[in-house]
């Protein structure tokens, strides 16, 4: 599903934020990246998502090499992958119907399809009774669950989270893991980025760690 193959990223800066990192996620593998901040955790996403290029290497998602997907390729590269982040990035002028329903509209789905798949993504993350509430309306477990929803809206074969939990107490983070726990177990392929040690010790995936732009370790096992 993901291969980096000896990817570097250097900034303009002159700031190497990866530095020769190399690792395979299988297709339908889940798995945890942790490190101190500023580690490369957010650039190595980013690299995945086409928001940003690798200075050197290779990624590979889904066979597809990163390094040939022209620029406007992007969008529908990008429909294949859910994004979840921890500030949410709700739109607050909208319904929780209207948000998860975002990336179907802007895809060209049919209106009927919309609505099914919506309440769909809405019942797995236990929102289906909340469709019309603005998300100023929710808590900070549920605004995560709407963005967590209109990430897996689309069905996307991967699914990448940025700090999902930082802004939440250890029983919603806890309960946000176990969502992502599963999709993975119907066959999505996850990858989070996350700084709460003590929650992915508890749970049986394997594990990346990144420091100062190397991966230092990759097991079930934080070290």
């Not at 992915?200 to 100062?212: E, F, G, M, Q």
């Amino acid at each position: 599903m993901i291969t980096f193959d000896r990817v570097s990223k250097r900034y303009e800066s002159g700031h190497d934020a990866l530095n020769q990192v190399t690792f395979d996620l299988a297709d339908g593998e889940m798995a945890f990246m942790t490190g101190h901040s500023g580690a490369g955790k957010s650039t190595l996403l980013k690299l995945i998502m086409l928001m940003d290029r690798c200075t050197r290497g290779q990624v590979v998602v889904s066979g597809q090499n990163l390094t040939r997907i022209k620029r406007r390729q992007i969008p529908y590269y990008r429909r294949n992958i859910g994004l979840v982040f921890q500030d949410h990035q709700l739109l607050f002028d909208r319904t929780v119907f209207d948000n998860v329903a975002l990336p179907l509209v802007i895809a060209g789905a049919q209106p009927r399809d919309i609505g099914r798949r919506v309440r769909a993504a809405l019942d797995k993350v236990g929102l289906l009774k909340k469709e019309k509430l603005n998300p100023m309306a929710l808590s900070g477990g549920e605004q995560q669950r709407v963005g967590i929803a209109r990430a897996v809206v689309n069905k996307p074969a991967l699914l990448l989270a940025d700090e999902p939990t930082g802004n939440l107490d250890p029983k919603l983070s806890s309960e946000i893991m176990q969502l992502f726990e599963h999709f993975n177990q119907v066959g999505v392929t996850v990858l989070v980025a996350t700084h709460d040690l003590s929650l992915i010790a508890r749970l049986n995936h394997r594990i990346l760690t990144l420091s100062k732009g190397r991966l230092i370790n990759d097991g079930t096992r934080y070290g």
